[in-house]
Every structure is written in structure tokens, then in C-alpha cells.
């Protein structure tokens, strides 16, 4: 099937600062990612979509300004934590649809784990 | 936003049993898909399903799109140790501004004992 990464794979920060987190479709090109978060013991959450060029589109009781996504290349999608809180801390899991298989199906990054201190 | 309600919530159950669990939604979905997720790990696609009453195998797994296109279930068979991990179903949205965007069951805990 097809490949998806995310970098990294865990991160640890304090309180306040901010957080990167990429994710690569690695053998096709992805006009759509999608942004889930997962707390423990429950199902993956939609927090956004993201399309190649434009403006990522929020879930509702998402905040835009606190986490940013930027889809500047048909590979790449970046999910910012801005000034992250401990509330923060969760497994984020992003999906690439692979335009070049029928029934727009979605690929799963492995996640990456964050804790906020 | 939407939940599809999947069950059972967990199952423990001894190697070399059969394992189903199912997912209904009050909404219609042209795709059900079910994936698993091992600890620490994103969901990996198991089956996709894309036509009503479609009846789909992956090795020891076999999974069916209701005819009403509400609901879907998954089989496995004759499980194994590494089965364990969580099971989840996802309908795929028919149109609209939801266009292609996944909406998941809560997830099915299997556990399975030597």
C-alpha cells in the first residue's frame, strides 16, 4: 500500500513553546491530507483537512491560530502546535489520500506522540 | 461530529476462536473501510469495502457492506496471537462539503490468549 511518514515520531516540550510536526506522502502525490487527533483509549478525531494551496479547512471547536497547517507542496503537510499546553499531549495521526486509487482511499501516517510539560 | 457505533467495545477471547464485531450509522456511506491500530501506531488498512452487500476477504478476514449501506461488519478467523490491537470501522462520506472525509466507530479491543 501506499507510504506515509511523520517526523517525529514523539516529541517532548514545556509549556508554551511550539511544535512541528510533518507529514510526507513518500510514493504519490497528496492534494488532501487530513489531521486527526487521538486520546488514549478513544478514536481518532478529525481536527482538520488540509489541500495543497489553500487554506486548511477546520473541524469545529478547532482553533485555526493555535494549530496551524501549512500544505505548501503536494508531498508535505505541517501540523503547528502553537504555544502548547499540557492539554495539549496527545497522539496525532495524519492521512494522505492517494489521488491514483480509485475511492479517494486514505493512508495513515504511524503518528507522532507529544507531551507537553 | 458523527460517530458510528461500533461493538463490542472489547473481546477477549483464545487463540484459534473466530472474532466479529460490527458498525452501524443512522447515516449512508458509499465506502466502509476497517483498519487496525497497534499500540503507538496509525490505523493500517485492513478492507475496503465500496458497494452495498459487497463481501470482501483479506487472508483469515472478511468483512460485508450492508445492503442498506449503513452498516458493516468484520470476521476474523481462526485468531492468532498477533491479532491483538483495536479494530476500527470508517464510513467514507458520499458528497458534499464532507467530500472523502472519514468518520470512525470507536474502536473494538481485542485481546487474544494462547
Known amino acids: 500500500g501506499a507510504v506515509v511518514s511523520q517526523h517525529p515520531s514523539w516529541v517532548i516540550c514545556k509549556s508554551g513553546t511550539s511544535v512541528k510536526i510533518e507529514c510526507r506522502s513518500l510514493d504519490f502525490q497528496a492534494t488532501t491530507m487530513f489531521w486527526y487527533r487521538q486520546f488514549p483509549k478513544q478514536s481518532l478525531m478529525l481536527m482538520a483537512t488540509s489541500n495543497e494551496g489553500s487554506k486548511a479547512t477546520y473541524e469545529q471547536g478547532v482553533e485555526k491560530d493555535k494549530f496551524l497547517i501549512n500544505h505548501a507542496s503536494l508531498t508535505l503537510s505541517t501540523l503547528t502546535v502553537t504555544s502548547a499546553h499540557p492539554e495539549d499531549s496527545s497522539f496525532y495521526i495524519c492521512?494522505?489520500?492517494?489521488?491514483?486509487?480509485?475511492?479517494?482511499?486514505?493512508?495513515f501516517g504511524p503518528g507522532t506522540r507529544l507531551l507537553v510539560l | 461530529g458523527q460517530q458510528l457505533n461500533q461493538s463490542p467495545q472489547s473481546m477477549f477471547i483464545q487463540e484459534g476462536e473466530d472474532v466479529s464485531m460490527n458498525c452501524t450509522s443512522s447515516s449512508i456511506f458509499n465506502t466502509w473501510l476497517w483498519y487496525k491500530q497497534d499500540p503507538g501506531e496509525g490505523p493500517v488498512l485492513l478492507i475496503a469495502l465500496y458497494k452495498a452487500g459487497e463481501l470482501t476477504s483479506n487472508g483469515r478476514l472478511t468483512a460485508q457492506f450492508g445492503i442498506t449501506r449503513k452498516d458493516s461488519f468484520l470476521n476474523i478467523s481462526a485468531s492468532i496471537p498477533s491479532d491483538v490491537g483495536i479494530y476500527f470501522c470508517a464510513g467514507q462520506s458520499t458528497g458534499g462539503s464532507t467530500l472523502g472525509r472519514l468518520y470512525f466507530g470507536r474502536g473494538t479491543q481485542l485481546t487474544v490468549w494462547p
Open positions: 492521512s494522505a489520500r492517494d489521488p491514483g486509487r480509485p475511492h479517494r482511499t486514505q493512508y
